[in-house]
């Protein structure tokens, strides 16, 4: 088991930021691929980001390209999702995920955290 743990969400305006963060107490990452999921209002969970701990190639969904960037600090072994520019459509639960294999499907995670809620008003 991976015991993963969001944080950071909250209520802000279009055109603000906000940094989430991921950790999984007691258990090392290096050997997973991690990822961010959101799930919006009325919606099917949508593919955020994703990178391997230990370094890579990062893959971002289209609508975050440029404005959302993911970052781990492994002595800290905490992931984080920079999320800038944020419109009103990026309002969602957003998830924490890790997995073996590096994708945008939600299937190849095995590991998922309980969101964090991020509400962006216009």
């Known amino acids: 088991q991976v015991p993963l743990v969001e944080s950071g969400g909250g209520l802000v305006q279009a055109g603000d930021s906000l940094r989430l963060s991921c950790g999984a107490s007691?258990?090392?990452?290096?050997?997973?691929?991690m990822g961010w999921f959101r799930q919006a209002p009325g919606k099917e969970r949508e593919f955020v980001v994703a990178?391997?701990?230990?370094?890579?190639?990062?893959s971002y969904a289209d609508s975050v390209k440029g404005r959302f960037t993911i970052t781990r600090d492994n002595a800290k072994n905490t992931m984080f999702l920079q999320m800038n520019s944020l419109k009103p459509g990026d309002t969602a639960v957003y998830y924490c995920?890790?997995?073996?294999?590096?994708?945008?499907?939600?299937?190849?995670?095995?590991?998922w955290g309980e969101g964090t809620l991020v509400t962006v008003s216009s």
């Open positions: 995920a890790a997995g073996r294999v590096l994708s945008t499907d939600q299937k190849d995670f095995d590991y």
């Open positions: 007691g258990r090392t990452l290096i050997d997973y691929v």
């Open positions: 990178i391997p701990w230990s370094g890579g190639r990062t």
